[in-house]
Structure formats: structure tokens, C-alpha cells
């Protein structure tokens, strides 16, 4: 009888173990878990960052193929030499203001 209660009480100290040992790998598993989630959440944020940026990115160089495309005209040839030159045509008459 000894002997078959001693095997009980060391099936059950086996049992114990084996069950804590499963305890802490879930444990462990779960914490991993949690882990690789507020990466992915992490990834996620930068991904739609980076999308955004590149949205941006495409429409400034839209943009800027306008604005080469009108650096081309003669519109902008005369803007220019308006604005920053002060040149007219030879027919016009400027008006300036007196202070």
C-alpha cells in the first residue's frame, strides 16, 4: 500500500510540474504575443505614414511638371521680364504713383 500511495503522491508531483511548466509557456507565449502585436500596430502606423508621404511626394511632382511645362511658355517669358527686369512693350504707357 506504501508503495502505491508513494507512486500517487510522485504522479501528482509529476502532474504539478508539468502543469506549471505549461502555465509559464503560456505565460512567456502570451507576453510574445502581445509583443509582435504593438509591432504590427507599429508597422501598420508607418506604413499609412510612408503612404501618405508618397501621395504628397507624387502630387508635389505633378506640380512641378506644371510648372516646368509653363516655364516653357511665352506667358512666363513675359512675366518675367516684367516683373523682375521692368520691361514693356514699346506701345505701352506706364503710370506711376507719386508720393
Request: glycine content about 4%; hydrophobic content about 35%; charged content about 30%.
Amino acid at each position: 500500500m506504501a508503495a502505491v500511495r508513494r507512486r500517487k503522491n510522485d504522479n501528482r508531483a509529476g502532474k504539478r510540474c508539468i502543469g506549471l511548466i505549461l502555465v509559464a509557456f503560456v505565460a512567456a507565449m502570451s507576453v510574445q504575443i502581445v509583443n509582435l502585436y504593438q509591432k504590427d500596430q507599429e508597422y501598420i502606423r508607418q506604413q499609412t505614414e510612408l503612404e501618405d508621404r508618397l501621395q504628397e511626394q507624387i502630387e508635389r511632382q505633378a506640380e512641378l511638371e506644371q510648372y516646368e511645362a509653363y516655364t516653357q511658355t511665352p506667358e512666363y517669358v513675359e512675366d518675367i521680364a516684367r516683373s523682375k527686369l521692368g520691361l514693356s512693350y514699346g506701345d505701352e504707357i506706364i503710370f506711376k504713383e507719386t508720393p
